[in-house]
């Protein structure tokens, strides 16, 4: 990521799951208190998905905790989240979900000069051969470290 950018969260379980083809840069249309809430960490994405509706992306499943300092204008945890994006990516993207297994996932929420963008990735679910492959690919990278370490003591 470039400079002035700070990771909040990263949907890791979503990279496992899905393998990503396109990746797109978005904001996020929030209210005064959901903007607080996500600078503070209070979110909750991992069964979150993206659709296209009336050529809009609408973000669906994605909580973010009500601000606690807030008294009375506190938002919906729950409600449904509008992205932008230029109209041309929107086309792009939905050429490619209209195809059969393609969906968009959010992968990595951050903040860039302190506005709220997250990643939305183009997603195709892995089979459980895949998922088995990722690990054991993983379980092998790590043990090639561990002796590259042990290596030079």
């Known amino acids: 990521m470039a400079e002035g950018v ?9 990279r496992f799951n899905y393998s990503v083809e ?6 996020i249309e929030l209210e005064g208190t959901e903007v607080k ?5 209070n979110i909750s994405f991992s069964d979150s998905f993206a659709e296209i509706i009336n050529n809009e992306v609408w973000v669906r499943n ?3 905790s009500e601000y606690s300092y807030s008294a009375m204008f506190n938002h919906d945890p729950d409600r449904k989240k509008r992205l932008l994006l230029h109209r041309e990516e929107i086309k792009r993207i939905k050429r490619k979900v209209d ?3 393609w969906t968009l996932i959010p992968l990595d929420f951050y903040l860039k000069n302190g506005r709220v963008k997250l990643t939305l990735g183009v997603c195709k679910g892995k089979k ?3 998922k088995r ?3 054991k690919q993983r379980d092998v990278q790590r043990d090639v470290q561990r002796e590259f370490r042990h290596g030079f003591e």
């Not at 396109?22 to 904001?27: A, K, N, Q, R």
């Not at 809430?37 to 960490?41: A, E, F, L, R």
């Open 6 to 14: 700070k990771i909040i969260a990263q949907n890791k379980k979503a």
């Open 22 to 27: 396109e990746s797109y840069e978005c904001g």
């Open 37 to 41: 809430s996500v600078k503070s960490g």
């Open 62 to 64: 994605f909580h973010i």
């Open 99 to 101: 195809e059969k297994g």
């Open 128 to 130: 459980l051969f895949d």
């Open 133 to 135: 492959e990722a690990i």
